[in-house]
């Protein structure tokens, strides 16, 4: 059983173009997040989210946007793609926030 | 949250204990210290944390110094599978922490 599934696993298109990379967790988690990870291989936080607070770093551009249908899923739609875009992106997902469930993470390349 | 210091790499030998140290000498009165792994190509992993007294789980076990400043985790038996990048975190209690902020970690490289 998954805990935490992201989908797709890799995710190769050019720039300008608008993408969504999907969310799944299956643990009953209250809390979900998105973090970046660049080349250098530094993981950073972008959004927290449960059903009361989303909480942004100040740093991610508006092209970024997470959606929450429901309490199991955060998706992040990315418009406009840009070349710096390319990382790794790891959902995760949390009931307390000091032990989080990472997924396996979206290779995203913008060419 | 306070800041952390890790050495970038360290290798192990397979089967001995592997050490792995943190300062965060910034740490304030209710700052916990946090461990989590990232294995090759994986999304990291929680490993264990702790306030001021040592803990030990079925993955390794926590030392932090008395006076907070630094810590160091141990895997007791290093296996070839624990070759991963090892962040210290500092952050705030477990019931309040609402991010977490990964530094550049420590590449442990458990060596055959």
């Known amino acids: 059983d998954t805990a935490v599934s992201q989908t797709p696993k890799y995710l190769v298109t050019q720039m300008g173009n608008d993408k969504s990379i999907k969310c799944e967790q299956n643990?009953?988690?209250?809390?979900m997040y998105w973090y970046k990870q660049d080349s250098k291989k530094f993981l950073k936080i972008m959004f927290s989210?449960?059903?009361?607070?989303?909480?942004i770093n100040e740093t991610v551009p508006n092209r970024f946007s997470p959606k929450s249908p429901d309490k199991a899923h955060l998706n992040l739609h990315i418009n406009s793609l840009e070349l710096g875009d390319s990382a790794v992106y790891f959902c995760?997902?949390?009931?307390?926030?000091?032990?989080?469930?990472f997924g396996p993470g979206t290779r995203l390349t913008v060419t | 949250d306070a800041k952390t210091t890790q050495p970038t790499s360290m290798d192990c030998a397979e089967g001995r204990a592997a050490n792995l140290p943190c300062n965060h000498s910034?740490?304030?009165?209710?700052?916990?210290v946090y461990w989590y792994r990232q294995i090759h190509s994986q999304g990291p992993q929680y490993i264990i944390h702790?306030?001021?007294n040592n803990e030990t789980n079925e993955m390794a076990s926590l030392i932090i110094t008395e006076d907070r400043k630094s810590s160091t985790l141990i895997l007791p038996h290093a296996t070839l599978r624990d070759t991963a990048v090892y962040y210290c975190?500092?952050?705030?209690?477990?019931?309040?922490?609402?991010?977490?902020?990964f530094g550049s970690g420590t590449q442990l490289t458990v060596l055959p």
């Open positions: 995760a997902s949390s009931q307390e926030a000091y032990e989080q469930y």
């Open positions: 643990l009953g988690h209250d809390t």
């Open positions: 989210y449960n059903n009361k607070e989303l909480i």
């Open positions: 910034t740490i304030s009165g209710n700052e916990y």
């Open positions: 702790g306030l001021k």
């Open positions: 975190i500092v952050s705030g209690p477990p019931g309040s922490a609402r991010q977490l902020t």
